[in-house]
């Protein structure tokens, strides 16, 4: 007995070092030392499935969290990764887990129940887990806590978990500046938040910095010169202009910049969801996503001579007009992947979007939809497993719906064009009391062939009222009954959780005149960053009160920016 805090002691140290290095409570798990000449195992060896040291980790993982038995063995076998973590051979079951644990010798049980408190606080402190995802103890003072206000307790979870989630993002955007820079990448990124959370703009935020000799904030230029550097491909100078980074195409080399921006925003947005996988708020849910484009008005005329149809011989490359109210407009459009419905709505990928306009040449380049949608799932997929995907009905395509398909995916999106007069859908099988029809098996071609078979849904237009006249969805679920048809065509209200995503976006986005796409994307890039990091707050906020997840936001997206940018550069 007198062996087992000295050897409680020993793990919570050695994790101490190693929450220096790691990222994720997984990885403190996989290189923690297993103290095992003081653990009792009775087992008898040849019959072991799970050794002693793999499960030990299992075990620790366990009462860090305050996890039961089957819980633990539900996590593990829906994450394959924490049983590699571990080190064990296949995820045990809680008949198994429980089995082990009874043949624990006493002492070695409370070893390891002791450990997994004192790595519980170890790993808190050194922002390896959040706080909201690990058991509330008593406070040591209850009359304290008793008279804390909801206000207060959001102010105190907002500090650690502002913390926490700069830890995870911040640190993958690399300018490549040398080492006696004044300001430092993450210095820089506090003021494009400052910029976001003022709607102002890198010329605003160092103009103020001058007059109210504010040393803490770079010269306006100074921010643009690394929010390009971000956007500059390996290999190529920031001071290069945007038309000098060209491809074969007469089009800046986009793809070059995309991936040089889309590579830290994944990497952070992996870190992210990783950091909530805690208390995952993917599992045993019905994951759907949303697929959209959104523009960045650009009001810039593209004519020389529009009558003489002569455009400007320098208009930006990656401008695209689009039709919004009835007008057309002109702006940079980027597509996004967001998590809808019941979900935290974090955005998972961007893509830059370029489509032909009437001031270009006829043969000026266009992204196909088709492939935006492939890239823009393959990196959602990387992070969490998708079950439907949502579009509005300008993705209307047949390309569009087999990179769904091929993924394994189902999708469910409006037809943009469709037959008002009930009778030339005769062939419809309609519920004999219900005013909604489907038509089944519709077939959909890919180079010349059938790709996969849609379900065309009928429902009553909310617009129009009218005998006749009727909205329709196209899903490629199997054979969708008359009976289902409301309940399918009603889930499509989620899909509005990207539109809500894009105006908390361009309430923050910077301003700036500058045409170089580089400032452009990044600027998007690190606005959507910010949102994403947002709703990871407000998430371990709400997890910690036991509030709803899709309830209102306990803390604004204003207010979240503001702080980002304000509270944290004075935050150790």
Not at 7 to 21: M, Y
Not at 344 to 370: F, G, M, Q, R, T
Not at 433 to 457: I, Q, S
Request: glycine share 4%.
């Amino acid at each position: 007995m007198t062996e087992n805090p000295a050897a409680a002691q020993a793990l919570v140290v050695h994790g101490e070092k190693l929450c220096e290095h790691v990222e994720h409570l997984w990885d403190l798990m996989k290189h923690l030392s297993i103290p095992t000449d003081y653990l009792v195992d009775t087992r008898e060896r040849h019959k072991v499935t799970h050794e002693t040291e793999p499960i030990t980790r299992a075990f620790l993982y366990q009462h860090v969290h305050g996890l039961s038995q089957n819980q633990l063995a539900n996590r593990m076998e829906a994450r394959p990764i924490l049983v590699h973590r571990f080190g064990l051979e296949c995820a045990p079951t809680q008949q198994a887990l429980s089995d082990v644990w009874g043949k624990f010798g006493e002492d070695t049980r409370e070893i390891i129940e002791a450990a997994g408190i004192g790595l519980r606080h170890t790993a808190v402190e050194n922002d390896v887990i959040a706080e909201a995802l690990v058991p509330t103890e008593p406070p040591e003072d209850e009359d304290d806590e008793e008279d804390e206000d909801e206000k207060e307790y959001t102010r105190r979870k907002a500090k650690k978990t502002f913390k926490l989630a700069r830890k995870h993002a911040f640190p993958e955007f690399e300018s490549g500046r040398t080492l006696n820079r004044e300001y430092d990448d993450e210095q820089i990124l506090d003021m494009v938040a400052r910029i976001c959370a003022h709607e102002a703009s890198a010329h605003e935020e160092g103009e103020h910095a001058y007059i109210t000799d504010d040393d803490q904030t770079a010269h306006g230029s100074t921010i643009l010169r690394v929010l390009k550097l971000f956007g500059t491909p390996d290999g190529e100078d920031a001071q290069l202009t945007i038309d000098e980074i060209r491809d074969d195409d007469r089009m800046p080399d986009i793809e070059r910049i995309r991936d040089e921006l889309m590579t830290a925003f994944d990497s952070s947005v992996e870190n992210v969801i990783n950091t909530i996988r805690g208390d995952d708020p993917f599992d045993d849910r019905k994951v759907t996503a949303a697929i959209d484009t959104t523009p960045e008005k650009f009001t810039v005329f593209p004519w020389k001579d529009k009558a003489a149809g002569i455009p400007k011989p320098n208009y930006p490359r990656m401008v695209s007009g689009y039709k919004k109210s009835g007008e057309y407009k002109r702006g940079y459009k980027y597509a996004t992947i967001t998590l809808v419905g019941d979900l935290v709505p974090i955005p998972l990928a961007i893509e830059p979007v370029k489509e032909n306009s009437n001031w270009e040449e006829d043969d000026a380049p266009s992204y196909s939809k088709a492939e935006l949608v492939e890239r823009l799932l393959d990196k959602a997929l990387q992070f969490v497993d998708i079950d439907e995907v949502m579009f509005d009905r300008g993705f209307y395509s047949n390309g569009v719906y087999a990179a769904v398909a091929d993924r394994g995916l189902t999708y469910l999106s409006p037809v943009p064009k469709y037959e008002d007069d009930y009778e030339v859908i005769k062939d419809i099988e309609s519920h004999p009391e219900a005013d909604a029809g489907v038509k089944h098996d519709v077939p959909f071609g890919r180079d010349g062939e059938v790709h996969h078979t849609a379900e065309f849904l009928y429902v009553p237009s909310s617009s129009d009222d009218a005998d006749g006249k009727y909205a329709v969805f196209v899903t490629n679920r199997d054979h969708v009954e008359p009976d289902e048809i409301e309940a399918v065509c009603n889930r499509y209200s989620r899909r509005w959780d990207i539109e809500n995503q894009y105006k908390s976006i361009k309430k923050f986005l910077p301003r700036t005149s500058s045409t170089d796409y580089r400032v452009r994307l990044c600027n998007f890039v690190l606005a959507t960053l910010f949102y994403v990091l947002w709703r990871l707050t407000d998430y371990l906020i709400k997890r910690g009160k036991g509030v709803e997840i899709r309830s209102p936001p306990e803390i604004t997206a204003k207010t979240f920016v503001r702080a980002l940018g304000e509270f944290l550069r004075t935050v150790d």
